[in-house]
């Protein structure tokens, strides 16, 4: 099968001229959308996937975050347990009665690979039904999102993402809840994150559950999660973690933070 490149970004630019581009959350997400597609083609690349298979995985980064854009407009929040899964919303727009998909692909022989890979990006855990290659596809999706997440939380101010005012941002503090889960190299759940500072710690720790060793080596080259560590915060317990959280990092990675 051959993706046309220029239709799918066509349709997406198309697509989100339907919500406010001056947006700073739809700014974001469209930046977002093209990072995460060229991130997927390095991965894919990376790891030997054939042309089709590069195809598919720039696709599925390109597709990933069409919830995104209906779920600003209707709650103003990228806050998922506040508003709906974006992940599974924006597989229902695509795949469900309104089959968004029918304008980026002619195409229908991946599309229930591809459905599978969109409800599953934002999942603490992939699905164990899902394996083959969706299941690699999930992983290059997955840690093409986090690569990107990193840049997002440097580039674009915080209040905007979480939500809150800059005095709740810098004088919030972390839990040991959250610490735990750092200390044991995996992903926050994100039960246990209640402040903004968590947040940030939260998407830092994403850094352990990259599965590709190029994704790694993107988010190295990137620089953006060394930077993430120089948050000004106000609060002695969150400057704490934030060493604590780059030690256990270069501890997981040989050093290599």
Known sequence: MQIDRRKVREQFASYTRNYDPEDPKIALKISHTYRVADICEEIAKSIGLSDEDIELAWLSGMLH????FEQVKRYNTFIDSES??????GADLLFGDEHLILNYCDDRS???????????????????AVVGKTLIFCNILRDADKVDI????????????YNVSEDELLSS???EKVMD??????AVNRDVMDSPAEHLIGHIALAFELVYPKSWEIAKEQGYIYRMFDFPSRNERTLKALKDTREELEMFYGGGC
């Open 173 to 175: 503090g972390v839990s």
């Open 84 to 89: 709906v899964d974006h992940a599974e919303f």
């Open 181 to 186: 889960q750092v200390r044991e190299h995996h």
């Open 110 to 128: 991946f599309d229930e690979m591809m459905e599978k890979v969109i409800r599953q990006h934002n999942k603490y855990r992939i699905d164990e």
């Open 65 to 68: 975050d069409i919830g995104r």
């Open 150 to 161: 990193l840049r997002v939380n440097v580039e674009t101010p915080m209040e905007e993402i």
